[in-house]
């Protein structure tokens, strides 16, 4: 059956509203990525703006150029449609906006953050091992971010198939997110014994989207946490890395 205009209005209404399950949220995000992976950020905008009942405008810009906000018009709450589109990586990620306030300005830390993750997107394991910690810590917590956010943990375990399951949770410990490393650690010992991470992620795929919701929901901003532990200077400013 297919996905049409009204679907989406109807989820988008849903995730105003607060309503919105995991899958619905899923459906919406994933239907918005492919018209962005196959068409561009032109296309979602278009689509958004066709929405019925639903008013969406560009926001322009978010943490780089590749990142692209769209808002829907009018008071608080807002949806906010962040939509990412790299050499190596596309995301969507549908918000709510609640405080009625001006937008915060782009957090350095952030900028700091995915500009180098932009520039590691794509690189074998092999030289990702290789990486001096602040980039390893980059690339990290970068991996399991777009994918959690893209398909879930269970996703993040299929894809890398746990290779690098042992350093990320070291590297959420050195940045102090204990409690996205607890619920990683807890969504690979659903795998353990098992056949593979795939056949895991399809027959247990309820207590993924658990911890699917609980991750979304613990708080910790791990783009942030990482600069802080990695990316400040002496002084406590945020740096690029290649200008150390």
Known sequence: MAYDLNDVSRDLTRVLAGSASFDVRARLEHHL??????EGSGAV???????????????GEGVSEHEIRFVTAGPHPRILVT?????????VNVTVEDAAREPPRPDPRHRAFYEVWE??????DADAAGLDPGRRAVFLVGLLESDVMNGGLGQYL??????????????????GAERTRAILSEAAALGSGAESYA?????????FERLDDQFLE???????????????????TIQRLDDR
């Not at 990525?33 to 196959?38: C, D, E, I, P, Q």
């Not at 278009?46 to 008013?55: F, I, K, S, Y």
């Not at 939509?83 to 995301?91: E, K, N, Q, R």
């Not at 299929?158 to 940045?175: F, K, P, W």
Request: hydrophobic fraction near 40%.
């Open 33 to 38: 990525l492919t018209v962005l992976r196959v």
């Open 45 to 59: 905008a278009t689509l958004l703006r066709a929405v019925p009942g639903h008013d969406f405008m560009p926001l």
């Open 83 to 91: 939509t990412y589109l790299g050499p190596h990586a596309a995301s």
């Open 119 to 124: 520039r590691l997107l794509g690189i074998p």
């Open 158 to 175: 299929t894809n890398t198939d746990g290779v690098h399951l042992e350093d990320t949770m070291r590297c959420l410990s050195a940045i």
């Open 199 to 207: 056949a895991t992620w399809a027959s247990r795929s309820a207590e």
């Open 218 to 236: 613990c708080g910790e901003d791990l783009a942030g946490l990482t600069a802080d532990a990695y990316l400040r200077d002496d002084t406590g």
